[in-house]
């Protein structure tokens, strides 16, 4: 019993493992869209309070390694192809 106990455990950490890089590939997705935004806005266009909140969402991405900062904006690189 003790064998079948340690497959269930088993079994259930690969499953976490699966919804934690299910949940990291949207992240990613997510911060690769950011970074393309910040990237082409024309802040002479923007409102105060929208400058205000694209600096907040610029510092976080700075705080983003550049290694997963490349993979984010790779993630999204097809979706910009299509469009």
Do not use: W
């Amino acid at each position: 019993m003790g064998h079948t106990l340690h497959e269930r455990k088993i079994s259930m950490l690969e499953t976490e493992i699966k919804i934690f890089m299910n949940k990291r590939q949207d992240l990613l997705r997510v911060t690769g869209a950011a970074a393309l935004l910040i990237a082409t806005l024309d802040y002479s266009k923007l409102s105060k309070e929208t400058c205000s909140a694209v600096e907040i969402l610029s510092n976080s991405l700075n705080k983003v390694s550049e290694e997963n900062l490349r993979y984010a904006l790779n993630r999204i690189k097809p979706e910009l192809i299509l469009n």
